[in-house]
Nanobody
Framework: QVQLVESGGGLVQPGGSLRLSCVAS??????MGWYRQAPGKQRELVAS???????NYADSVKGRFTISRDNAKNTVYLQMNNLKPEDTAVYYC???????????????WGQGTQVTVSS
């Protein structure tokens, strides 16, 4: 069974920091990342990672967020610094994998963790 479980969300003041974690299980994952969805808006990519030298970030979070992964633990992290009110959203962990007997990537999603940035 493929499963992703996020943690680390919460309430933080503007300028503060938060660290999200996502523990994945059930298979080997090629790419992992974080998406977020604010009320009334579509889900958007925040950051993704294949390896330490292969990462991508949304322009809005570059220089503030850092994504990393521990392959031995099948865990991906998102260190969020200098948080802004516009970062408020539900953050979802995402992972891509190839099912047994298939030849294309599939997406796995976590349940989401709420991040609220407010004074």
């Amino acid at each position: 069974q493929v499963q992703l479980v996020e943690s680390g969300g919460g309430l933080v003041q503007p300028g503060g920091s938060l660290r999200l974690s996502c523990v994945a299980s059930g298979t080997i994952f090629y790419e992992m990342g974080w998406y977020r969805q604010a009320p009334g808006k579509q889900r958007e990519l925040v950051a993704s990672i294949v390896s330490a030298d292969s990462t991508n970030y949304a322009d809005s979070v570059k220089g503030r967020f850092t994504i990393s992964r521990d392959n031995a633990k099948n865990t991906v992290y998102l260190q969020m610094n200098n948080l802004k009110p516009e970062d408020t959203a539900v953050y979802y962990c995402n992972a891509k994998y190839v099912p047994t007997g298939d030849y294309s990537f599939k997406n796995a999603w976590g349940q989401g963790t709420q991040v609220t940035v407010s004074s």
